[in-house]
């Protein structure tokens, strides 16, 4: 397996709490927030609450090349993250929270949706989304702790950028 921590190092990832500055996303404070009330109310009302896990896969997307020029791909993946921002926001409802959550992927919340309708919308933004482009839909059991299911979240969503 290929190793993009050079690269990885160079993309630009920083928000000023409330958006992602490189692709206008929501910032992670924001989304913690958010997904704490959307808990509260997932718990009260006994509804279904998931997080989609989109990342690009770099061993998909970056050339096999030995050796890569570093600043046009960090400015390549740039550019793909911020076009992908955009096309996630047309794929997803507009009360779906979309963050960015690392250098190379978002997190999108979605609540009160059941299991079904969830892998259809999956299904539909993996036939939308370009082949480089990983996704994998995490579930929150009935009464997990926030950080435990940020921890399965996490485990699925680093799991191809090694």
Known sequence: MKNYEAVIELIFNSNNGQIDLLTGALAPEQFDQIAKRDIAISDRNSTEISIISIALDLQK????????????????????????????????????????????GFWILLSGIDEVAIKQVLDRASKTLPKYVASNLCQRAKGEKLLDWYKRVDKLHFSNNK
């Open 61 to 104: 997307y970056l050339p096999i090349e030995n050796k890569l020029d570093e600043e046009k791909t960090k400015s390549d993946i740039e550019a793909e993250l911020v076009k992908l921002h955009f096309e996630l926001k047309n794929l997803f409802r507009q009360s779906d929270c979309i963050c960015r959550v690392s250098k190379l």
